[in-house]
């Protein structure tokens, strides 16, 4: 099998957009605090510094920090020389970093499963484990873009909120970006319209930085345009990518998806969420139990530092919600497209078997 050089130096060969890789005994991270004006690159040589980036979101979007955590814990292993408690140690401080995204929680909990032993042999097993689920999360964004890519027609155009693409997945597209980058890589003409995601602006940094990139059509909007938008048929799809997937198909995601949801219902506007299997959390029946991480207030008071409501305003962040699952005409999968009712199609497609 390869080492975890060997995948990193393909994947810079295939010229993915990667938030994260290997390099030198180091990891190297995109800062996706400074997009889309740098491109500036972190050099990480130690978990507790990958744990603040993870807090901090200068790295972010549920794929991205699922592999932070699994190369987190190639580092703790390389960095302790293979010790079975120390690797334990840095799985629970990254899984400790965000609530909300189960990627996080899956990925260092497939790790760990497979980490006893010590020494040189406990390196090469995470190592081995960890360039698996690399390949597989590539794999997925694929497989799930060309699903998603089918519901789409050419002249469609489809709103996406937050981002849900490369950088915050494995880079080639996430998950929302993978159905709308493969739609466009198959010739079908479309147009995105991109939410600017308020309070931490992911749309309009992140999202439209790599509909740039990818030469696909777009246009920005704030988040309280949609209605204004679905109302007058401005917009055919929505596509937005998953935090979280309860069992029973409710969504847990960047804060104004629901609002997205509810204006899309009440204008007959399909909505979908990308997903992959490794984001169903069966484990949550619905998405009352699905804990919403609260972040600080400053971030809505100000924007980049700068204050925009008096001082002392009291404010309110919490970074994501949850839509009920009879708002979701479909959960694309990399298996398929999953429609209602969800409970019994989601275990159906025994989608938790591949991790077994
Ligand atoms: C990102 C966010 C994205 C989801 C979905 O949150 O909510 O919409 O992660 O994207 P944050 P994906 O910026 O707070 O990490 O499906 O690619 O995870």
């Known amino acids: 099998m390869k080492t975890i050089q060997q995948l990193t130096d393909e994947f810079l060969e295939q010229k993915l957009a990667l938030p994260i890789w290997f390099e030198d005994g180091t990891l190297k991270l995109l800062d996706q605090l400074k997009l889309p004006f740098e491109e500036e690159v972190y050099t990480i040589t130690a978990v507790p ?19 932070s955590g699994a190369y987190g814990l190639y580092l703790a292993a390389l960095n302790s020389t293979g010790h079975e408690q120390s690797i334990r140690e840095a799985g629970a401080l990254l899984k400790s970093t965000r609530p909300t995204a ?12 497979i980490v006893n032993g010590k020494g040189t042999e406990l390196i090469t097993k995470v190592e081995q484990k960890v360039v698996e689920i690399l390949e597989r999360q590539l794999a997925f964004e694929h497989q799930l873009g060309e699903h998603g890519a089918s519901l789409i027609k050419d002249g469609d155009t489809i709103m996406t909120h ?10 080639y597209g996430g998950r929302a970006l ?16 991109t939410c600017e995601t308020r309070p931490y602006l992911q749309g309009a940094r992140i999202t439209a930085y790599e509909l740039k990139k990818f030469g696909i059509p777009h246009t920005l909007i704030t988040d309280n345009m949609s209605a204004y938008c679905m109302s007058k048929g401005m917009i055919d799809k929505v596509v937005v990518g998953s935090d979280r997937v309860a069992g029973n198909g409710d969504l847990a995601n960047k804060i104004g998806t629901y609002m997205h949801a509810l204006a899309a219902k009440a204008h007959s506007v399909p909505f979908y969420t990308a997903t992959s ?10 998405g009352e139990s699905i804990e919403v991480e609260m972040r600080n207030a400053k971030e809505v008071t100000h924007l980049n530092g700068t204050p925009i409501a008096p001082e002392g305003t009291n404010a309110l962040y919490p970074s994501f919600d949850v839509t009920p699952n009879d708002l979701i005409t479909g959960i694309i999968t990399e298996k398929g ?13 025994e989608l938790e078997k591949t991790f077994q």
């Open 337 to 349: 497209v999953v429609s209602q009712p969800f409970s019994q199609n989601l275990k159906a497609l």
């Open 49 to 67: 510094e990958l744990a603040d980036a993870i807090k901090n979101m200068n790295i972010r979007g549920s794929g991205a920090i699922g592999i």
């Open 178 to 193: 993978s159905v709308i980058r493969k739609a466009f890589d198959l010739g079908k003409e479309i147009h995105v319209f």
């Open 277 to 286: 299997s490794h984001t169903i959390d069966f484990s949550s029946e619905s």
């Open 102 to 113: 189960v990627n996080l929680m899956k990925t260092i909990d497939e790790v760990l499963s």
């Open 162 to 171: 937050c981002h849900s693409g490369a950088v915050g997945g494995s880079g």
